[in-house]
């Protein structure tokens, strides 16, 4: 088994991911006007990672049906009422980049149009139809709320008086604000010279074992395996250790051949961080140091701090 069928294989077993695909839910989505009913349609495409199909209902008879996958709009299905979609307007079915101005124009009357209806709103998601190739890429949340951040919502503008004024008090602020990062540099650079030392063996093996200690809160699963396999440390589901005990062989033959391959431009100490829309919103990460390897299952949303990790106790020299 392939070190990427192996991790797949058992995430889903872990996380369900596969059923997950399956079901349909509907909740409501807080939002009483316009602009929260925007920025709300606008999160839910943003943080849907795995191929969903999401309805949003204004009421009884208003609704927006879209395809969205990896955070990205891949396609409007259907758009009631058909007041919603004005003259000259086509509903998105792929993206072309020969026609993005009209796409995106009409992205935000759709959106904006939509979000000033009133009623209480939901949003069901289920499973979708289409199966999209990677060449297919979408629109993004961020070019979607960029084409629409200057629409003004009736009975919303802005009142100009108090955000100057919360923009002077916030000026000192800033100024201070600009000094830290100069401190920051400077610190952050000795750091920079670890590489440059070369590391013992027993300095690398120390190094392996506190990057596991640091990222086993972050982790729903997390392993420590020794180069041929053996797993040394493992912290999470039971069920997920007897997965991982019958495919760690694989995966650490696969890491020995791709560090093997590698090490001349990358050195033998690596960190690899794996991301798929098929990982229900996790990533993976495989630290290499000392013959050792540390496997973490964890949240998209802590990678920030698992690459922190990383750099606060892995040595990245060359060990002799």
């Known amino acids: 088994m392939s070190l990427n069928d192996s991790i797949v ?42 191929p969903r199909k999401l309805t949003f209902r204004l009421g009884d008879d208003a609704h927006i049906v879209m395809d969205v996958a990896n955070g990205r709009l891949m396609r409007m299905l259907e758009v009631k009422p058909d007041s919603v979609v004005g003259p000259n307007q086509e509903i998105f079915s792929a993206r072309d980049d020969k026609k993005k101005a009209e ?12 979000a000033q209806m009133n009623g209480p709103m939901e949003v069901t998601s289920g499973p979708p139809k289409t199966e999209y190739s990677a060449a297919e890429v979408g629109y993004t949340a961020p070019e979607l709320r960029k084409a629409c951040q200057d629409f ?41 010279t670890k590489p440059r030392k070369a590391a013992t ?33 493992h912290s999470g589901g039971t069920s997920a250790q007897k997965d991982w005990q019958s495919a760690a062989g694989d995966v650490a ?23 798929s829309p098929r990982l229900d919103n996790q990533s993976v990460c495989f630290a290499t140091e000392a013959n050792h390897t540390v496997v973490a299952v964890f949240n998209n949303a802590d990678l920030a701090r698992v690459l922190s990790a990383a750099s606060n106790t892995l040595n990245w020299g060359v060990v002799r």
């Open 152 to 192: 003004e919502f009736p009975g919303d503008a802005p009142e100009p008086a108090e955000p100057d004024k919360k923009a002077a008090a916030k000026t000192p602020a800033k100024k201070s604000a600009t000094k830290k990062p100069a401190a920051k540099k400077a610190s952050a650079k000795k750091p920079a």
């Open 9 to 50: 294989e058992l995430l889903k077993r872990v996380r369900g991911t596969s059923a997950k695909a399956e079901t349909t839910s509907t909740r409501e989505l807080k939002a009483g006007s316009g602009p929260l009913r925007l920025a709300a349609i606008l999160n839910e495409i943003e943080e849907t990672v795995l």
């Open 253 to 275: 033959s696969d890491l020995a051949q791709w560090i093997k391959a590698t090490s001349n431009a990358l050195g033998p100490s690596q960190l690899i961080v794996l991301k």
């Open 103 to 114: 796409q995106v124009t009409a992205f935000r009357a759709f959106l904006t149009t939509f």
């Open 201 to 233: 063996a027993a300095q690398a093996s120390a190094s392996i074992a506190a990057f596991f200690d640091a990222c086993e809160p972050l982790s729903e699963n997390i392993f420590l395996m020794s180069g041929k396999g053996k797993v040394d440390r």
